[in-house]
């Protein structure tokens, strides 16, 4: 590009200056600027294809990171499995070490009664002011007591054994736990540095994105409800649409512009080089004619080559200046078409029904129409998940508002095809900008951990309406709750 505007600008000083004593002829000059042409065009595709590896960068990152939330929402559902059984193994050690202690104590007053009982020998007892039949009685009790104390021996024996191997399990299940968790926190890690990777590729964007973040924020203060802000994000959809298919007009127009330029530079050196030739034809007849006419001849003849030499160059400056604004417009357009998640929101999203993974894992706690405590029905399902939960979207779409809002703390609202929009509320931090395009599994926020359960507030809306996700989330084991 450099290239181009320097023989702009030099064609131009041409055109104000008069020719050097040498000047190159008009064929000559023709070639030099369709040589500088031919390397100005290899300098923007040398641009678009780092736009292309840039665009195949990211879109490796982007599976990079759906695959790593996907390992770290598994670790979550075992990290909690692996607590549930830890608790269970937890109440039945009480029950076990409870009962337990039960039987000692049962065992420490038989075994009381009979060391009192060894004191005095057998001969004794016929001494004993006690009657022959009562002394009859004790001998026969202790005679049935002994075998039971044994057998109680044995059975406390085995249940000291069975306390034992509990306590070994429950050793064996928080060795799980610490190294499940430990694996949670390195795909996290992992995860973390997968998004600063994103984040550095998509810096060229920053600028758009902070004003379309800008427009939707002062959107969002003036909506007067969610819904008002529902109607405010289709006109803005509506308002992209329209630029878009302006943009498309333009680059139609940009491309007829660009080809009538290339005809007419072609014609005008077609005329040159024929004018040139015309006027050395004349200048030869004319010095052929008479010694005294050949100076008036070749005067002729170079001013006439040099009028067709600065029309050539005028058309030639013309047809350059035009070309390089509509390549700039269509490496624009192109990079815009290049960017992240270029054809993230294109997939229908009625296809999706019933396969759309769940934004975060955890336990199902109020489902769509189920009545709140304050009597009104609930417009989507909220989830109980994890501290730092990871959040992901549940298919392709593109984010058209992201902060807070109200009532909702965080809200995300992610724009798909046919007039779906995904609302997730709740979030601790959400990891996506206004104008990102998103593939489905993409991690978009992550939970909190303050006080109890997070909860995740998922809505699903068709034309600005509530409908139930559930059916078109992927069916998979989850406990169900309220």
Do not use: C
Not at 65 to 73: D, F, K, W
Not at 105 to 134: C, K, W, Y
């Amino acid at each position: 590009m450099a290239l181009l505007l320097g023989l702009a600008w030099t064609t131009g000083a041409a055109a104000q200056t008069p020719p050097p004593p040498h000047a190159p002829a008009p064929g000559q000059r023709l070639k030099e600027l369709e040589q500088a042409l031919k390397q100005g065009q290899a300098e923007q595709a040398e641009i678009r294809r780092t736009a292309a590896e840039q665009a195949k960068e990211l879109a490796g990152l982007k599976g990079d990171m759906i695959s790593a939330a996907r390992a770290v929402q598994e670790h979550e559902d075992s990290l909690s499995d692996l607590e549930q059984k830890m608790a269970d193994l937890d109440r039945r050690e009480q029950r076990e070490s409870a009962a337990l202690d039960l039987k000692r104590q049962q065992l420490n007053g038989v075994l009381t009664a009979l060391m009192r009982l060894a004191f005095h020998p057998t001969e004794a007892l016929i001494a004993q002011p006690t009657s022959p039949a009562d002394t009859v009685r004790s001998a026969i009790l202790l005679r049935d007591v002994t075998p039971r104390i044994q057998q109680a021996t044995k059975d406390l024996r085995a249940d000291l054994d069975t306390l034992t191997d509990l306590r070994a399990d429950i050793s064996h299940q928080r060795r799980r736990i610490k190294a499940a968790t430990q694996e949670l926190d390195a795909q996290h890690r992992k995860l973390s540095a997968l998004y600063q990777r994103k984040a550095l590729l998509q810096e060229q964007t920053e600028s758009r994105q902070r004003e379309s973040e800008s427009r939707l924020q002062t959107l969002a203060g003036e909506a007067q409800d969610l819904r008002d802000l529902m109607a405010r994000l289709e006109q803005e959809r509506i308002r992209r649409e329209k630029e878009e298919a302006a943009r498309i007009a333009a680059e139609k127009v940009r491309r007829e512009a660009e080809r009538a330029a290339a005809a007419a530079a072609a014609e005008a050196a077609r005329k040159a080089e024929i004018a040139a030739r015309k006027a050395a034809r004349e200048a030869a007849v004319a010095a052929r004619k008479a010694e005294r006419e050949k100076h008036a001849a070749e005067r002729e003849a170079a001013r006439k080559a040099h009028a067709a030499e600065l029309q050539a160059q005028r058309a030639a400056a013309a047809a350059e200046a035009r070309a390089a604004k509509a390549r700039r417009t269509e490496v624009a357009a192109e990079a815009d078409s290049a960017a992240p998640g270029g054809q993230g929101d294109g997939r229908s999203f009625a296809k999706g029904e019933g396969r759309m993974p769940f934004p975060a894992r955890g336990a199902i706690v109020r489902h769509f129409g189920q009545h709140d405590a304050s009597g009104a029905p609930a417009r989507g399902i909220t989830i109980a998940t994890r501290p730092d939960a990871q959040v992901v979207a549940p298919y392709d779409g593109q984010i058209v508002f992201a902060g807070p809002f109200r009532d909702y703390g965080l809200l995300l609202i992610i724009e798909h095809t046919e007039g779906y929009h995904t609302l997730l509320a709740g979030m601790a931090r959400i990891d996506g900008r206004v104008g990102q395009h998103l593939l489905a599994g993409e991690p978009v926020g992550v939970m909190g951990r303050s006080g109890g359960k997070p909860l995740l507030y998922v809505e699903l809306r068709h034309d600005g309406q509530p409908v139930n996700p559930l059916p078109w989330l992927t069916a998979r084991k989850t406990k169900v709750s309220g």
